[in-house]
């Protein structure tokens, strides 16, 4: 069974950095693409970044880009969300998932972590 476990989460100001962390067991996950969601608040989750766990694809959302970084580290099964020059708006609960599929959407992710909350202050 697929299980995901995220840390790093926490308060900062605005301006400031985390890095995000999602342990994975389970399984292999040669082949499978391992993202990272976020839910405000009264919003729907919204696709953060996401990487390919075989090639090291690395795909953004628009809003992250240049600031977020996501890596892996295939020895150690963990996913990494290297998060710099936070703003307010990423305020959330971020999430940590896995899909068999090269997917952008939650919808494409069958496995998912129990979130960790990340507080940006300004």
């Known amino acids: 069974q697929v299980q995901l476990v995220e840390s790093g989460g926490g308060l900062v100001q605005a301006g400031g950095s985390l890095r995000l962390s999602c342990v994975a067991t389970?399984?292999?996950?040669?082949?499978?693409?391992m993202g990272w969601f976020r839910q405000a608040s009264g919003k729907e989750r919204e696709f953060v970044a996401a990487?390919?766990?075989?090639?090291?694809?690395?795909y953004y959302a628009d809003s992250v880009k240049g600031r977020f970084a996501i890596s892996r580290d295939n020895a150690k099964n963990t996913l990494y969300l290297q998060m710099n020059n936070l703003k307010p708006e990423d305020t959330a609960v971020y999430y940590c998932?896995?899909?068999?599929?090269?997917?952008?959407?939650?919808?494409?992710?069958?496995?998912w972590g129990q979130g960790t909350q990340v507080t940006v202050s300004s």
């Open positions: 998932a896995a899909s068999t599929v090269v997917g952008l959407s939650w919808r494409q992710y069958n496995d």
């Open positions: 389970g399984r292999t996950f040669s082949g499978y693409t």
């Open positions: 990487v390919t766990w075989t090639f090291g694809n690395t």
